[in-house]
């Protein structure tokens, strides 16, 4: 085959990194600040921070990199 | 969710229609997916546990196992959705308190949202990524006399080399993509250390123009055999042509 076409809903690893590629680097932020819950109070969690976060650690585990090998 | 609990809203996406949802598990695998109207828009979300996808959510995510589960369900709800109608995605993790917080969210950056659902209209993303291929095993020349030597060789024969084909051949394929698609964005960061990788980019395509594109895939794609495989994923949602209007409307505060 020339070309490999994948489906999204593939279940395989190269699959993963994708989706993971689209839902935690892309789409709409609405709150991009994490703000801490008070009981009772209407407030908006999550944030950028965390998710950037996320992303370095997914990099390390998958491709199993020394921690500061893609700094700099 | 189990009763008792409180709950979140989970957000999947914004479109402009109503149409009745997809019978599909959220993000939890268990609450199904709504569509909830929301200052003129229509806002898609599961009702999920606060305990997992708010107050313990940055925790979650360092786990990979969580994350990877719950990626996975984010994308096929998201996608369920984006069957149905244009849809503009919500990038992972965004939870709201009530209907009311959301509500106000959206109208906040509503001509934002507009002019994104404007430009994402009837097209999906497509993915592609330009691998170079393992050139054929290498042998030692000569019988190395030391150790010392026999490693040396050994370092020489896997250090990187150079692709065959150039940089221009990229340049000539994003050209003649940009003929044939509304728009490019850079690949992320996840899979961007994949090994071999070239080159890495989202399009997005019209529906009505899937099968040019794909044409056009697979007519660089054997040019270039042997030395580059072409991976193309999708249809994605279009989560990477959210504008970066609104993507970063509140990331600076």
Redesign the interface.
């Known amino acids: 085959m020339d070309t490999m076409f994948v489906a999204p809903q593939a279940e395989d690893d190269v699959s993963l990194l994708d989706i993971l590629d689209h839902v935690l680097n892309a789409g709409v932020v609405l709150h991009g600040n994490i703000i801490i819950s008070v009981a009772g109070v209407d407030l908006v969690y999550v944030g950028l921070n965390v998710i950037l976060t996320s992303i370095e650690t997914a990099l390390r585990h998958i491709h199993q990199l020394p921690p500061d090998s893609r700094r700099g | 969710m189990k009763p008792g609990q409180t709950s ?1 809203l989970y ?1 999947y ?2 479109s402009e229609g109503q149409v009745p949802p997809p019978s599909l598990a959220g993000v939890d695998g268990t609450a199904t997916i709504e569509a909830v109207p929301c200052s003129g828009l229509v806002c898609w979300i599961s009702r999920v546990a606060a305990s997992d996808f ?2 313990n ?2 925790r979650n ?2 786990n ?1 196992d969580w ?2 589960e719950v ?2 369900r ?3 709800a ?2 369920a959705v984006a069957e149905l109608c244009d849809v ?11 209907e ?3 509500a106000a ?2 109208r906040s ?1 509503k001509p934002t ?1 507009l002019a ?1 659902l404007q430009r994402i209209r009837g097209a999906e ?1 497509w ?1 592609v990524k330009i691998f170079r291929t393992a050139s054929p095993k290498p042998v030692l020349a000569d019988a190395p006399r030391s150790g010392g030597e026999y490693l040396k060789a050994k370092a020489e024969l896997l250090r990187e080399r150079p692709p065959k084909t150039s940089d221009a051949e990229l340049e000539r394929f994003a050209a003649a993509a940009k003929a044939v698609t509304v728009d490019v ?1 850079p ?8 090994p071999g990788l070239l080159w890495h980019a989202s399009f997005l395509v019209q529906r009505s123009s899937r099968k040019k594109f ?1 044409q056009l ?2 007519k660089f ?2 040019e270039w ?1 042997p030395q580059r ?8 949602p279009p ?4 504008s970066r209007a ?8």
């Open positions: 979140v957000l996406g914004i708010a107050e959510l940055a995510m360092e990979l994350l990877a990626g996975v984010h994308q096929r998201v996608a503009l995605p919500a990038r992972f993790g965004t939870v709201f308190i009530s009311n917080t959301l969210d959206v950056r949202l994104d993303e993915g964005a690949g992320g960061s996840v899979s961007g250390a994949q794909q895939v697979e794609s054997r055999q495989r072409v991976e193309c994923t999708g249809p994605w989560y990477s042509f959210v609104t993507r970063q409307a509140t990331e600076g505060r």
